[in-house]
């Protein structure tokens, strides 16, 4: 392929924010609720890995095709929003409600109810970010 050298870095940065919002909902976060609860489920590891990187693959490359098509710089920037959101939901403010294993042990909903605030303060937040972010660039 003879791209500009603009244009190339142009379709890495939406191969690498379709990958890293791809990857997060449909390949870490399933894992991790699969690591954490491996005695729950009857399914090989290797089986569940190999289909969600299956499913990964074939999204990234979907999805990658559309928005390069399309070349809509503000579905790019949500994107990127919601792969930044749910990476801090997962690794971060989800440690903190301790919902894991599923052991059938009623969840105490109410004690929980001040993360609910810290996480629509974060959301709120970071989208604000990206919004001025958006706006200067």
Not at 10 to 20: E, H, N, R
Not at 55 to 75: A, D, E, Q, T
Not at 79 to 85: A, G, R
Request: hydrophobic fraction near 60%; include cysteine; charged fraction near 15%.
């Amino acid at each position: 392929m003879n791209l500009k050298p603009h244009a190339q870095s142009k379709d890495f940065s939406i191969t690498l924010i379709v990958s890293a919002f791809v990857l997060q909902i449909f390949f870490f976060a399933p894992l991790q609720v699969l690591a954490q609860n491996f005695g729950e489920f009857s399914v090989l590891f290797t089986d569940v890995l190999l289909g969600l990187l299956l499913v990964s693959v074939i999204l990234i490359v979907f999805l990658g095709f559309i928005l390069r098509k399309l070349r809509l710089p503000m579905l790019l920037s949500l994107l990127t929003l919601f792969s930044v959101i749910g990476f801090i939901e997962s690794r971060f403010l989800l440690a903190f409600a301790r919902h894991n294993p599923f052991d059938g042990k009623l969840i105490d909903w109410g004690a929980l109810g001040w993360l609910s605030y810290l996480e629509l303060g974060v959301c709120v937040a970071l989208g604000v970010l990206f919004i001025i972010i958006r706006k200067r660039t």
